[in-house]
């Protein structure tokens, strides 16, 4: 009799090593484990994962290398919408989780499985990304989701996978750390209230850069494609060099306070130092070079982009309309921004572009112009307030 098929979302961790167990020995399920790499695993985790996989008893296991892809196609537009909730966060993990859920849906569709399955909880955004993915994707495959469906503990899952004779690390770390290309998020008892702060230690990256660096960032029509004069193939390899110039500063160091999808307030630490600067040059250079209604319209469809993003919504076509806009923004963003890097800080010096708007042959702000004369304005100004004028005349409100 051959076994019914589950595809399982697999990292090595607590969750879904408990999965691994659960749904081969008490479901009878044969296990396919797939782990999407963007950006936060090197080779060596990635080899000792798969060989994590194999041990806990899974038929297959796959690795998707996704970093670039999820870069073209989630990432570039974070950057071109210069995204951050609540003006703070970069969407680390709930991009990141978005391009994975994909990744792993299109692959479980060539295996025809009868079942997909994921280690979230019930309490957090990822079982709703990955769940509206996956019924999107394989609308007839059932999604199993043992922890959150058993409201398992910690202690729990432990206690079962000892039972079942796996030996592994069941030690809890204090913070849990999740690392990929745009952050790495840190969350910790210092983030389970509305007050407290993450101490040094819990920081993935410490400190121990002290003497200043200058920064030069190149954009190519909005996309980051050199640093310092170096150029790099794909802007995702720039990212991850820029990572590792600026984390050692403490810079991108951050506590983002927001509301989850299923409706409560949250709090988590993240690093991304790659994601911020990326974003607050990319963001001064549009305001050098983008007319002020360009600005304030991809504003408002960025702030809805990365709203929707973040709860799960990437596979609405709106999204691609969405992308359309703001990839025809970027025609002329390109040229170069300047930082000076120092400890936990960075200062944003400022840009050059052939593109840019602030020209001295057009007039210098507050001092003279160039290209029209005082009467020019007068009659513009007059023209430019004539309807406001006749209202209050009309109705009197001057009075």
């Known amino acids: ?11 090595g961790g607590l969750d879904t090593s408990y999965c691994v167990k659960y749904l081969s020995e008490e479901r009878g399920l044969e296990i396919h484990s797939v782990l999407v790499n963007t950006g936060g695993f090197s080779q060596q985790e990635l080899d000792e994962v798969e060989k994590r996989a194999y041990a806990m008893g899974v038929t297959s296991h796959k690795t998707i290398e ?22 703070t966060y970069p969407l680390s993990v709930s991009a990141e989780r978005v391009s994975q859920a994909m990744a792993i849906a299109k692959y479980a569709k060539t295996l025809n499985p009868e079942y997909i399955a994921h280690g979230s909880t019930g309490a957090g955004n990822d079982q709703v990304r990955f769940d509206m993915i996956f019924q999107t994707y394989l609308p007839d495959a059932e999604i199993i ?18 039972s079942k004779g796996v030996d592994m690390d069941f030690s809890k ?8 290309l745009w952050g790495t998020s840190v969350g910790g008892k210092e983030t389970l209230t509305s007050k407290g702060y993450l101490p040094e230690e819990a920081w993935p990256t410490q400190v121990t850069k002290t003497v200043e660096e200058d920064l030069e960032l ?3 029509k909005g996309e980051l494609k050199s640093i310092n004069g170096k150029e790099f193939e794909h802007p995702f390899e720039a990212i991850q060099a820029l990572e590792k110039i600026a984390a050692p500063f403490g810079i991108g160091r951050d506590i983002h306070v927001g509301d989850t999808i299923i409706g409560i307030k949250g709090r988590v630490g993240f690093e991304a130092s790659a994601a911020i600067l990326t974003i607050k040059a990319h963001q001064a250079l549009e305001k050098h070079i983008l007319t002020k209604w360009q600005i304030y319209w991809k504003d408002q469809v960025a702030a809805f982009y990365g709203n929707w993003l973040h709860e799960g919504q ?4 709106v999204m691609r309309d969405l992308e359309s806009m703001m990839e025809s923004s970027q025609k002329f963003v390109t040229g170069k921004a300047f930082f000076k890097l120092l400890p936990y800080r960075y200062q944003l010096i400022g840009i050059e572009s052939e593109h840019d708007l602030m020209s001295a042959k057009f007039g210098n702000y507050g001092e003279m112009n160039n290209a029209w004369t005082g009467d020019d304005v007068k009659g513009f100004a007059k023209i430019f307030g004539n309807q406001s004028a006749i209202y209050h005349q009309v109705n009197q409100e001057n009075d």
Not at 145 to 162: F, V
Not at 173 to 180: D, F, H, M, T
């Open 1 to 11: 009799m051959n076994k019914k098929k589950v595809v399982l979302a697999y990292s």
């Open 66 to 87: 996704e970093t670039s892809n999820y870069y073209s196609s989630v990432i570039k537009y974070l950057i071109f919408g210069n995204i951050l909730k609540n003006s």
């Open 145 to 162: 989701t043992p922890i959150r469906d058993m409201r398992l503990s910690r202690e729990e899952e432990i206690a079962y996978l000892k």
């Open 173 to 180: 770390s204090a913070y849990s750390i999740n690392k990929g």
């Open 218 to 220: 190149g954009f190519v």
């Open 314 to 317: 990437f596979m609405d076509p």
